[in-house]
C-alpha cells in the first residue's frame, strides 16, 4: 500500500468522525448509526431517529469501518448511484442540497417517495458516466461526491465528475470488484482501480467492508 495512506487500523474505531447529524442509538437493545428523518426501508425508529443499516448501506459499512469520511452536516453533496433511495436518504438526513443520480427508471420511482420528506434531496434520473447531461444542475464545488456504482469503470466515474468537487472537497468510493471483472481476484481489480483514482484525487485512506459487504472497497479521497 502507497505510504501515507491510512487502513482501517490507522484510522481505528472512533465515533469521533461521526457527521453532525449522526449518532449512535440503541434500537431494540443494539446500538446503531442513526440519522433523523422519515423511515425509508422499515429500519427500526426511536422518535425522530432511524437506524442506519451497515448491511444496507456500503456508506454505513464505511463509517463502521472507522474511516474519516470528511463528511460533515450540511455539506452539500453529489451522490452517484443512488439506487431507490436507501443510503442517500440519510445522507439528506444530515447534508445540505443533496443531488441524487441514478440511471435506472425503476427505482427512481422509490427515490421520489425518498424525496417527498426531503426539500434538500433532489432526483436525477441520469447516468453518472455521463455528467455533461447534469452539469446545467448540480452546482460546481460542492463539499462531497458519495458514489455507489455498479458499473466498469469506476475509477472513470469518478474522475468525469471531479468537475463538481471543492478543491478541499472528499470523495467516498465503494469500490465493487465483481462489477469491474468477476474472474479476477478483487486485490488486483482494488489495486488497479485506485491507481487509476490517483492520476486525478489523493487517495487518503481505504478499507475492505467486510463483513458488511463482499468483495468491496471503501476510499476516501480528495483532488490532486
Known amino acids: 500500500m502507497p505510504a501515507g495512506v491510512a487502513t482501517v487500523s490507522d484510522a481505528g474505531n472512533s465515533d469521533r468522525a461521526l457527521p453532525d447529524g449522526v449518532q449512535r442509538r440503541t434500537f431494540d437493545g443494539e446500538q446503531s448509526l442513526a440519522t433523523r428523518g422519515e423511515p425509508v426501508y422499515g429500519e427500526p425508529t426511536d422518535g425522530p431517529w432511524r437506524a442506519w443499516d451497515p448491511h444496507r ?9 472507522g474511516l474519516d469520511t470528511g463528511l460533515a452536516g ?8 443512488a439506487a431507490n433511495g436507501t443510503t442517500v436518504g440519510h445522507v439528506a438526513d444530515f447534508a445540505g442540497r443533496t443531488y441524487a443520480v441514478e440511471f435506472a427508471p425503476r427505482p427512481v420511482r422509490d427515490l421520489l417517495d425518498v424525496c417527498e420528506t426531503r426539500p434538500r434531496l433532489f432526483p436525477l434520473l441520469k447516468d453518472a458516466r455521463e455528467p455533461a447531461t447534469y452539469t446545467h444542475v448540480v452546482e460546481s464545488g460542492v463539499d462531497a461526491i458519495v458514489q455507489d456504482v455498479a458499473t466498469r469503470g469506476q475509477a472513470a466515474v469518478a474522475a468525469r465528475n471531479a468537475q463538481f468537487l471543492a478543491d478541499d472537497g472528499r470523495l467516498v468510493l465503494a469500490v465493487k470488484a465483481r462489477s469491474e471483472d468477476v474472474a479476477r481476484e478483487p ?8 491507481a487509476e483514482l490517483r492520476e486525478t484525487f489523493e487517495v ?14 471503501a476510499v476516501v479521497a480528495r483532488p490532486r
Not at 486485490?187 to 485506485?194: G, I, M, R, T
Open 57 to 65: 448501506s456500503k456508506l454505513a459499512a464505511t463509517i463502521e469501518s
Open 74 to 81: 450540511d455539506d452539500n453533496v453529489l451522490y452517484l448511484g
Open 187 to 194: 486485490e488486483a481489480v482494488f489495486e488497479e482501480v485506485c
Open 204 to 217: 487518503l485512506a481505504e478499507t475492505r467492508l467486510e463483513p458488511y459487504h463482499d468483495d468491496h472497497l
